[in-house]
């Protein structure tokens, strides 16, 4: 690897973590949801970084374009202006730290100490290969996929709608 | 510096400050925003093992399911929580309590 993209993957790595971390202490909701953009936004260089390109294609259209929207409007729609600047943070969070770190330590003794094999990263475009993968081996999982879509969908609109026409019954 | 160990680690980050998220703070949307952070850090520990260790698409297309479920499971968690803002005029998960024994 060049020197620029070296500079460039460590820039965006840098970004992921401390917009993750913006996300975790910032008190105001509202810079928190911001700053998960800039947390997708870098997952999704980093899977460029790891010649994802369809995924990082969908990371940044469906995450960016829709989830983060999603949440926006959450924030919006839930959140007085008022409560927008009360301190977002329980008492225990020194207390969370514990256990966060003995999961972290051992998920990454877990990790060094076993021997992975390696092969050698292969550099093709993947799109073509997701889709005949999706509609081949992975044929089960990708309808099952379109019928949670469309549970979800109509269940999230079920969910949402006011309960007004349920009490004229 | 490209190898699955920078990869693994950033994953695990992630993955720890999403439950930090889900674990410390009061509002449902940022808990659901650690629970996004988690999936995204799954999906990278996904891509990174099919790329290094596997040497095939099966790890990018388990993180394309990830997306898709993260999208469905985050329409449904929305429309709850404004549900349950309606009903109680707060987001705060501590507040959640009605089936509290």
Known sequence: ?169 | MNSLTTYIIISIVLFLLGLLAMMTRKNAISVLMGVELILNSAGLAFVAFGRFVAGNLDGQTAALFIIIVAAAEAAVALAVFLNYYRLKATAEVDKADALRG
């Open chain 1, 1 to 169: 690897m060049t020197l620029l993209s070296q500079i460039v993957f460590w820039f965006f790595v840098a970004l992921t973590v401390v917009s993750a971390a913006v996300v975790v202490f910032h008190k105001r909701i509202i810079y928190s949801a911001f700053a998960l953009l800039f947390a997708f936004f870098g997952v999704a260089v980093l899977y460029l970084f790891l010649h994802a390109d369809f995924l990082a294609a969908a990371q940044v259209l469906i995450y960016v374009g829709g989830i983060l929207t999603l949440v926006i409007f959450g924030v919006f729609l839930t959140a007085k202006i008022t409560t927008l600047d009360i301190p977002q943070l329980t008492h225990q969070r020194f207390l969370a730290l514990i256990p966060l770190v003995l999961l972290g330590l051992g998920i990454f003794l877990v990790f060094y100490t076993v021997p992975w094999p390696s092969v050698q990263p292969e550099i093709t475009p993947t799109t073509q290969r997701i889709g005949e993968l999706l509609l081949t081996r992975y044929l089960v999982p990708f309808e099952l996929a379109s019928v949670l879509l469309l549970a979800a969908l109509v269940g999230a609109m079920r969910l949402a709608r006011h309960f007004r026409q349920q009490e004229g019954d």
